[in-house]
């Protein structure tokens, strides 16, 4: 593993994806929306790391949903499809 996916570092990105979950429920920030999807891809990153693959994937998968529904949200926005193809 690498240093950066340590145990600490996998719980506080934790708390930030719970944290934001909470704030972007219901929530019409499209910012806000996509550092969630950028938290759970990171999260998504370190558990991989860390070599815990199944909550890994669920992480990603995650991101991934939420970037392809601001995709077919918001059409008009470049930055939305990019975010998505990065997934």
Do not use: C, F, W
Not at 52 to 81: C, F, N, S, V
């Amino acid at each position: 593993a690498r240093v950066g996916a340590t145990p600490e570092a996998i719980s506080a990105l934790g708390r930030a994806v719970e944290e934001l979950e909470r704030s972007a429920t219901g929530s019409t920030d499209v910012n806000l929306t996509r550092k969630l999807a950028a938290a759970q891809s990171q999260l998504g990153s370190l558990l991989e790391q860390a070599g815990r693959h199944e909550p890994a994937q669920k992480a990603i998968q995650r991101a991934y949903d939420i970037r392809r529904h601001l995709m077919e949200q918001h059409p008009g926005q470049p930055a939305l499809a990019l975010d998505y193809a990065d997934s």
